[in-house]
Structures are given as structure tokens and as C-alpha cells.
């Protein structure tokens, strides 16, 4: 059972509250301000995940991997892989930032038309979020025919990233922000 746009389903009802910044620790503040600084917003999420300023800055670093990532790929192409390994691993809050992303971008994320390379990642995404042993060495050749070892090892690594994004939003069941109700698929 996933999110709606009106969302009224007791099972969907949120694991784990978020801190509010005045009453974090010094250290859980300390990421936050680092967050704001950063991003310049605190998303339910992050506040969630501040409750551990460790959690906080593990997962902060899948924007450094995007970092490296942006090198040799576009914000699409990665928004693209993101997606497709959220949607697999059938995770509300990060498909509706995805989709948000590639709205941001003035993409429609239901009709896109996916270059060679984002086709590829998209269907390494939707392996990884599913079933990372079930990834064929047909499909790890075109990758490796595509990209260096080194574009191979960050991408694996965000997949990684993203797996444990996914996770954790969809155990803890964060309240989606305001901003993001729009970008959530429906659930059937």
C-alpha cells in the first residue's frame, strides 16, 4: 500500500516523527543547519533521519555521489535511474521526488523519451531496486561497454544509496511534504 493524493489509510500513518530544530540536540542541529546549508530546506525525512545526526550525514552523502555522478551524466539521466530504482523498490516519497525533479527540469516523467543511455539506466535501475543478483551479464556489458569502471563504481554505489533511501522511507513511513503530494503516483 503506497500513498495517495488523499491519503486516509491507517497503515500509511508515519513510524517515526520528525525533530522539530528548536528542541534537537546540539549535534542533530548541527546536521540540520548543515542540511539548510546545503539544500536550504529540512524535509520531513531529514528531520526524521536527524534524530541520528550519523543517519543524517550517511545518507546526505548520496548528494556527493550525484556530485561525482553529474561528471559524465545529466541531472536527467540520473533523476531517470533514481526513479527507476525508486518505482522497483515501490517507494512513495523518492518517486514523487523524482518525478518533482524532472518536472523541475520541464519533463513529463509519464511520457518521456528516453535516450539510448537513459534506456540502459533505467533498466539497471529497475534490476537493482528489484533484485541486484538477478543483474545479467548481458546488461553488465552494454554498461561497461558505456561507461568506465569508474562511472561503474559510483553508479552501483548511488544504487546502493538509493536502495537504503528507499528503505528507510518506506519503513519509517514519513509524511510527505506539502510540495511533493502532487508528484506521488496513485496506488491501485
Known amino acids: 500500500m503506497g500513498y495517495t493524493r488523499e491519503r486516509s489509510m491507517q497503515a500509511d500513518m508515519t513510524r517515526l516523527s520528525p525533530i522539530s530544530y528548536d528542541t534537537a540536540s546540539g549535534p542533530a542541529k548541527e546536521g540540520l543547519d548543515e542540511e539548510l546549508r546545503r539544500r536550504g530546506r529540512l524535509t520531513r525525512l531529514k528531520l ?68 539510448d543511455e537513459e534506456r540502459l539506466l533505467e533498466e539497471f535501475g ?22 568506465d569502471q569508474t562511472v561503474l563504481v559510483d553508479l552501483t554505489a548511488f544504487a546502493g544509496l538509493m536502495v537504503a533511501t528507499t528503505l528507510f ?20
Open 126 to 147: 529497475t534490476v537493482l531496486g528489484q533484485d541486484a543478483h538477478a543483474l545479467s551479464d548481458a546488461l553488465w556489458e552494454k554498461l561497461a561497454g558505456r561507461f
Open 48 to 115: 526524521i533521519q536527524a534524530r541520528s545526526p550519523v543517519v543524517l550525514r550517511v545518507y546526505g552523502e548520496w548528494f556527493a555521489l550525484k556530485e561525482a555522478l553529474s561528471a559524465r551524466l545529466s541531472d536527467r539521466a540520473i533523476f531517470i535511474f533514481s526513479l527507476a530504482i525508486s518505482k522497483a523498490q515501490r517507494s512513495p516519497i523518492p518517486v514523487g521526488f523524482f518525478r518533482r525533479a524532472l518536472d523541475h527540469l520541464g519533463l513529463d516523467a509519464d511520457n518521456l523519451e528516453l535516450s
Open 169 to 188: 522511507a518506506n519503513v519509517v513511513r514519513a509524511e510527505p511534504d506539502d510540495d511533493l503530494v502532487a508528484f506521488l503516483e496513485p496506488t491501485s
